[in-house]
């Protein structure tokens, strides 16, 4: 069930439909939001007063710029690049880096606005931004990879720094790209500020476990839903959308907890292995040759490979979206209630259309949303960012740990909140609401700015 959406609320997403015309996708995230924040302004009259949400729907600051670069053959490219810092009333704006040719400012706001309630729920010290650039990362050279990030930076560092805005990876960024970027930022600065970027290298500065933890955070984050309701994850059956950094490291903790991962995909179509899908060729195809998902069922010739259409269509007890926004819509919501599904969580970013998720709560079926499911991968950068401050460097048990607390924590608070607005299970409400206080509070405690 959803509340009303207020009528004060409602005038408001009119007001950011005005002044944002046309970024469809930040449209759907703050509805999103403010669909569900009518009882927290009954609850809390001040936050009205104070125009909180008209603040925090506005970000802070909004950057675009030209990224001129040569490729292979000497011809030069140009690129646009963005980083909107949305929200520093909780700490350093920290979100991270999308290199793909979809990339537009509504997209990057959309995530930006995300990050900031995702990064308040995980109750570490960081604020809400994100970056990106509609660069394709896909068929170039390690040294087209290098100029472009380069030519970025050039830029970038200048917004930058360890107490004030801190990107990390995303979709088409991964350690390589963060590798070049910080060396271009070092040279620059002539600073060797380790904080400044997170999901580096464990050779300079990254953190164990980072690579793992929004994958790894996701199943935590399932298990627990499972679990709220007298269930869990062993035996089950898994679909993952996506091959990347998301899904490889989703598919290992499910295995891990005794689920079995029967599929997977990427942009060109999808995989089905009965017998359970084998990480480590995923991980050859995917991480070191860097080819298409197709390329599995050439090594495991039991399996199938079927191109373009949905992996939802694959009947499972566990779906977890791990590619892309608007990726699972209405009719593949309908095809997994159908298909007798139980829990979905989002591993990417607003996977889920508006109509899917209103599909999955009418089903009673459990529905981690991406804010509380996938913010594992933050919360592990600020761990980083905590590591390089102070100069140390965790295991991987405790960094695990920690991980494991966080995530914990996470399902707890978006549970009990939802639970204390009278709509128990509702993890989008527990979430939005849990996240949006705490950035309220902030924000009203440190006055019009
Ligand atoms: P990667 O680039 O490593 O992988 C992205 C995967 O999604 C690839 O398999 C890619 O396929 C697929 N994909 C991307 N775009 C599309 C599309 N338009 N249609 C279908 N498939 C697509 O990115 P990540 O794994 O890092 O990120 C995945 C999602 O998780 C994103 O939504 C991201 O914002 C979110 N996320 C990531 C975090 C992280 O720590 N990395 C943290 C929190 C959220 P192909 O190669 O064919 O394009």
């Given at each position: 069930?959803?509340?009303?959406?207020?009528?004060?609320?409602?005038?408001?997403?009119?007001?950011?439909?005005?002044?944002?015309?046309?970024?469809?996708?930040?449209?759907?995230?703050?509805?999103?939001?403010?669909?569900?924040?009518?009882?927290?302004?009954?609850?809390?009259?001040?936050?009205?007063?104070?125009?909180?949400?008209?603040?925090?729907?506005?970000?802070?600051r909004?950057i675009?710029?030209?990224?001129?670069?040569?490729?292979?053959?000497?011809?030069?490219?140009?690129?646009?690049a963005?980083r909107?810092e949305?929200?520093s009333?909780?700490g350093p704006y920290k979100g991270g880096l999308?290199?793909?040719?979809?990339?537009?400012?509504?997209?990057?706001?959309?995530?930006?606005?995300?990050?900031?309630?995702?990064n308040?729920?995980?109750?570490l010290p960081i604020g809400g931004g994100k970056g990106g650039?509609?660069?394709?990362?896909?068929?170039?050279?390690?040294?087209?990879?290098?100029?472009?990030c380069q030519?970025m930076m050039l830029e970038l560092y200048r917004h930058l720094g360890e107490y004030t805005d801190v990107p990390a990876g995303d979709?088409?960024v991964?350690c390589?790209e963060l590798g070049y970027l910080f060396g271009q930022y070092k040279r620059i600065t002539n600073r060797y500020e380790s904080g400044v970027l997170t999901g580096k290298g464990l050779g300079w500065g990254g953190s164990?476990?980072r690579?793992?933890?929004?994958?790894?955070?996701?199943?935590?984050?399932?298990?627990?839903?499972?679990?709220?309701?007298?269930?869990?994850?062993?035996?089950?059956?898994?679909?993952?959308?996506?091959?990347?950094?998301?899904?490889?490291?989703?598919?290992?903790?499910?295995?891990?907890?005794?689920?079995?991962?029967?599929?997977?995909?990427?942009?060109?179509?999808?995989?089905?292995?009965?017998?359970?899908?084998?990480?480590?060729?995923?991980?050859?195809?995917?991480?070191?040759?860097?080819?298409?998902?197709?390329?599995?069922?050439?090594?495991?010739?039991?399996?199938?490979?079927?191109?373009?259409?949905?992996?939802?269509?694959?009947?499972?007890?566990?779906?977890?979206?791990?590619?892309?926004?608007?990726?699972?819509?209405?009719?593949?919501?309908?095809?997994?209630?159908?298909?007798?599904?139980?829990?979905?969580?989002?591993?990417?970013?607003?996977?889920?259309?508006?109509?899917?998720?209103?599909?999955?709560?009418?089903?009673?079926?459990?529905?981690?949303?991406?804010?509380?499911?996938?913010?594992?991968?933050v919360?592990t950068s600020a761990l980083e960012m905590q590591q390089n401050a102070s100069r140390d460097s965790?295991?991987?048990?405790?960094?695990?740990?920690?991980?494991?607390?966080?995530?914990?924590?996470?399902?707890?608070?978006?549970?009990?909140?939802?639970?204390?607005?009278?709509?128990?299970?509702?993890?989008?409400?527990?979430?939005?609401?849990?996240?949006?206080?705490?950035?309220?509070?902030?924000?009203?405690?440190?006055?019009?700015?």
């Amino acid at each position: 069930m959803r509340f009303k959406f207020d009528e004060k609320l409602q005038s408001i997403f009119q007001e950011v439909l005005h002044r944002n015309p046309g970024e469809i996708e930040f449209h759907q995230a703050v509805r999103e939001v403010l669909e569900t924040l009518g009882p927290v302004l009954a609850k809390y009259p001040e936050f009205t007063d104070k125009k909180i949400i008209q603040r925090i729907c506005e970000p802070e600051r909004q950057i675009i710029f030209r990224v001129p670069w040569r490729d292979d053959n000497g011809e030069i490219q140009i690129n646009r690049a963005f980083r909107v810092e949305f929200n520093s009333a909780l700490g350093p704006y920290k979100g991270g880096l999308r290199f793909h040719p979809s990339v537009n400012l509504g997209i990057v706001k959309f995530l930006g606005f995300e990050q900031v309630f995702k990064n308040a729920l995980t109750g570490l010290p960081i604020g809400g931004g994100k970056g990106g650039s509609d660069f394709d990362p896909k068929g170039k050279t390690d040294s087209e990879i290098e100029s472009f990030c380069q030519s970025m930076m050039l830029e970038l560092y200048r917004h930058l720094g360890e107490y004030t805005d801190v990107p990390a990876g995303d979709i088409g960024v991964g350690c390589r790209e963060l590798g070049y970027l910080f060396g271009q930022y070092k040279r620059i600065t002539n600073r060797y500020e380790s904080g400044v970027l997170t999901g580096k290298g464990l050779g300079w500065g990254g953190s164990r476990a980072r690579k793992e933890a929004t994958g790894y955070g996701v199943v935590i984050f399932t298990q627990e839903m499972l679990r709220a309701r007298g269930d869990s994850l062993e035996g089950k059956k898994v679909v993952v959308s996506g091959s990347g950094n998301v899904a490889i490291y989703a598919i290992e903790k499910a295995h891990e907890l005794g689920a079995n991962v029967i599929a997977c995909s990427d942009s060109g179509g999808f995989i089905i292995d009965e017998a359970g899908i084998e990480l480590p060729l995923v991980q050859q195809i995917k991480e070191v040759e860097r080819r298409r998902i197709s390329a599995y069922v050439e090594l495991k010739k039991s399996s199938r490979y079927i191109e373009g259409s949905s992996v939802w269509s694959v009947p499972c007890d566990v779906a977890l979206p791990c590619a892309t926004q608007n990726e699972l819509t209405g009719r593949d919501a309908k095809i997994l209630v159908e298909n007798g599904c139980l829990a979905v969580a989002e591993g990417a970013n607003m996977p889920t259309t508006s109509e899917g998720i209103q599909i999955f709560q009418d089903a009673d079926i459990c529905f981690g949303p991406g804010k509380a499911a996938n913010a594992g991968g933050v919360a592990t950068s600020a761990l980083e960012m905590q590591q390089n401050a102070s100069r140390d460097s965790w295991s991987s048990e405790y960094t695990q740990k920690r991980l494991q607390e966080i995530m914990i924590d996470i399902h707890t608070s978006c549970y009990e909140t939802a639970g204390e607005f009278g709509e128990e299970g509702n993890y989008v409400l527990g979430a939005n609401v849990a996240g949006f206080i705490r950035v309220a509070r902030a924000m009203t405690a440190m006055g019009v700015i």
